[in-house]
């Protein structure tokens, strides 16, 4: 699986990502005995992909981009009109993602409840901007598929073969871990912010 970022996926730090930086200045604290300090930060990944997979009931969006990666999105009701949008289209849109802990061994705990959305953790609001408060934080056991620590790009499947990219991990964060690994992780959900369809040219 490729992960080359000026391909299919090509990663901006302009326009979106300066008011994500802003917009996201924190996750809050979860009363909750898994919550982990949040250290990660909001990349903006600009995408020009095929869709193929949607799940309306869980709102989420599998697209392939041109060197055949697929990664799978979040895409909110009041963000994203993901009724419009079709099995085979093509789109072009922006989506982030963020790591926010640690990556680690899994307890048996963990192995027993694979995917778990944390309750508790939410991205401070900004009423100006809809689709921050929809982002959530997800604590999963994952297989690392890929590591590319020169971009920061890490690539992830969960239990349900489910792929998804984060990017802009720091190196750090990267350290003693291998591909192929089964880890788990707490990360922002790679969540659409703009999905929208590319009209097919007249024949």
């Known amino acids: 699986m490729s992960i080359t970022m000026k391909a299919a996926f090509s990663m901006t730090r302009a326009g979106l990502v300066t008011m994500l930086a802003l917009t996201l200045p924190m996750l809050s604290q979860a009363a909750h005995h898994e919550a982990a300090q949040t250290k990660g930060r909001a990349v903006a990944v600009e995408l020009d992909a095929e869709v193929t997979a949607i799940d309306l009931t869980t709102r989420e969006v599998t697209l392939r981009g041109a060197d055949g990666m697929e990664t799978t999105l979040h895409a909110p009701e009041k963000v994203i009109k993901l009724e419009d949008v079709s099995v085979g289209d093509r789109v ?60 920061g790009n890490v690539v992830i499947k969960d239990s349900r073969g489910k792929v998804h990219l984060i990017g802009d991990v720091e190196p750090e964060k990267m350290a003693g871990v291998k591909v192929g690994q089964t880890a788990v992780v707490v990360f922002t959900e790679a969540m659409a912010v703009t999905l929208q369809k590319q009209e097919k040219p007249a024949k």
């Open 92 to 151: 072009v849109g922006t989506f982030f993602a963020a790591l926010e802990g640690e990556v680690r061994t899994p307890t048996a705990e963990e192995l027993a409840e694979p995917w778990v959305e944390m309750q508790g953790k939410t991205v401070s609001g900004d009423t100006a901007h809809p689709s921050v408060d929809a982002a959530r934080v997800i604590r999963a056991v994952v297989t690392i598929e890929e590591l590319n620590p020169a971009s």
